[in-house]
C-alpha cells in the first residue's frame, strides 16, 4: 500500500493519532503534497461521506474522520501554503448560520491566505448580522467569503448574500460563495460575485475579485 493510500484509510478510519505522521512520511517520500491532500484527504472524506448515506457510519465516524484530516491538513498546511507575504487584501470568511462544516471553509482561508489575503475567519453557524458586523469593522475588507455544505444550508447562504447585497459596504466588497452543494447558477441566481469549486482554484477567484473590487 501506498503511503497516501496509507494517509486515505487512516482519514477513513479516524485514526488523528496517526494521520500526522503518515503524512510527514508521504512528504518524506516525496510525495506531491496537494495529492496526498486530493487523494490522501478529500478522497477519504467522500468515502466518509457516501458510507454515511449508506448507513454504514453514523455522525460519531464522521466526526472523528473530520478530526483526523486536521490533523493531517495541520501537517500539510507549510507546505501548501506558497509563503505570500504582500498583501493582495483582507477577507472575511465563514460558514454560514446552521451549517457547522469547516474542514472545506479552512482549506478555502488557508489558500487564500497564501495567495497573500489577510482572512478573518469567523467560524461556523455564522449569523447574518456577524457577516455584516465584520465588513463594518473591517473597513479595508474587500472579500467575503461564505461556505455552505448542506443542501439545507443553501438557504442561509441565499440570505446571507442578499442581507449583504443590501448593506452600504455593498460596493466595496465582493462576495465569493463555495460548498459542496453550491454551483455556479446557483451563486449567481443568488446574487454572488464568484463561486469556485476548491481551495485552490477559490485561491486563484480571491485574486480576480480583489483586482476588481
Ligand atoms: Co456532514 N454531511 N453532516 N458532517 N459531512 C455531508 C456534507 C454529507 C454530504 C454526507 C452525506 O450524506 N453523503 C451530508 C449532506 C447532504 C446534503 O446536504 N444533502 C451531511 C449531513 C447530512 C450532515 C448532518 C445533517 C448529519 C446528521 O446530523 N444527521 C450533520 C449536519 C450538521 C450541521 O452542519 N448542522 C453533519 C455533521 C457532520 C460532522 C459535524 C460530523 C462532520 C463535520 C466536521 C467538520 O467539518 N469539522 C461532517 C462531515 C465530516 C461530512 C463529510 C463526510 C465531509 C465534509 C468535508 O470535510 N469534506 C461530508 C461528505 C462529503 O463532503 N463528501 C458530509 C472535505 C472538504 C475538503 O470538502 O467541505 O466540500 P468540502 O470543501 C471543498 C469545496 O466544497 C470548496 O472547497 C473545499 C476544498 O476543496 N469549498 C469552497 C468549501 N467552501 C468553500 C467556500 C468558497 C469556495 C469554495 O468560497 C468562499
Known amino acids: 500500500m501506498s503511503k497516501i493510500q496509507e494517509v486515505a484509510e487512516a482519514v477513513e478510519k479516524g485514526k488523528a493519532k496517526l494521520v500526522g505522521g503518515l503524512v510527514q512520511e508521504a512528504l ?6 496537494v495529492e496526498i491532500l486530493n487523494q490522501g484527504m478529500i478522497d477519504a472524506m467522500g468515502v466518509v461521506g457516501e458510507k454515511f448515506k449508506n448507513n454504514e457510519i453514523f455522525v460519531p465516524e464522521m466526526l472523528v474522520a473530520a478530526r483526523a484530516m486536521k490533523k493531517g491538513v495541520e501537517v500539510l498546511k507549510p507546505h ?12 472575511i470568511l465563514g460558514t454560514v448560520a446552521g451549517d457547522l462544516h469547516d474542514i472545506g471553509k479552512n482549506l478555502v482561508g488557508m489558500m487564500i491566505e497564501s495567495a497573500g489575503f489577510e482572512v478573518i475567519d469567523l467560524g461556523i ?6 457577516f455584516i458586523e465584520a465588513v463594518n469593522e ?9 461556505s455552505a455544505l448542506l443542501t ?10 442578499a442581507a449583504l447585497n443590501e448593506q452600504p459596504f455593498r460596493d466595496r466588497i465582493k462576495i465569493m460563495v463555495g460548498g459542496a452543494p453550491i454551483t455556479q447558477a446557483f451563486a449567481d441566481e443568488i446574487g454572488a ?3 469556485s469549486e476548491d481551495a485552490a482554484s477559490a485561491a486563484q477567484l480571491a485574486k480576480k475579485l480583489a483586482a476588481t473590487a
Not at 439545507?152 to 448574500?161: F, N, Y
Request: some cysteine; aromatic content about 2%.
Open 80 to 91: 501548501l501554503a506558497s509563503g505570500g507575504t504582500s498583501s493582495a487584501g483582507k477577507m
Open 152 to 161: 439545507t444550508t443553501m438557504p442561509a447562504l441565499r440570505d446571507t448574500v
Open 138 to 146: 473591517n473597513p479595508d475588507a474587500t472579500l467575503v467569503g461564505c
Open 125 to 130: 453557524d455564522v449569523p447574518i448580522e456577524k
Open 193 to 195: 460575485d464568484g463561486y
Open 28 to 33: 518524506d517520500e516525496g510525495c506531491d503534497p
